[in-house]
């Protein structure tokens, strides 16, 4: 459940991130395209240089701040990477001493005619609980690897300097 809270946390903080950026890059845009168009009409006048030169300083800042976003969902995706691993290992370790007490259990069943229905319990439990973590980290995997794509159709639309 932490890490759950965690990961809204970083989404909601990432997002606010992106609709800052988004809000800023028009009037961002249209300021470098006043600039641009003022110091080539005007090459001698330095005020409309240096206006221009502070615009692109300022590009380059937010270009700077989306290229730390994406490393920061890219820091997250691993991290999250490195969580599932260690749940696929788990879910394979238990998967093996399941196995052992499926065998232990086809053993007895002869004569434990109760244990053929506490096997048929714990393969739902087990079953239930696998399909509820394979879906829980589909659906992560699906929040990252769509705001990824979100914000690289984002960034697809700044046009380069």
Known sequence: MNNTVKLMNIKSQIESR???LQQQSFA????FQT?????????????????????IHHLKTFENTFIQIIR???????TMNGQLILIHKGIEKEKKT?????VINQKREDKYNGSIEL???SKQTYNASYSNNFMIFMGILGVFIGG????????KTIKPL
């Open 28 to 31: 961002l845009l249209n300021e």
């Open 148 to 155: 990824f794509f979100s914000i690289k159709e984002n960034y």
């Open 119 to 121: 096997i048929d319990n």
């Open 35 to 55: 600039d641009y168009v003022r110091s080539g009409k005007n090459p001698t006048n330095q005020e409309e240089k240096n206006a221009l030169n502070s615009t």
């Open 18 to 20: 992106i609709e800052t």
């Open 98 to 102: 399941m196995a052992t007490y499926d």
């Open 72 to 78: 920061q969902i890219m820091d997250e995706i691993d």
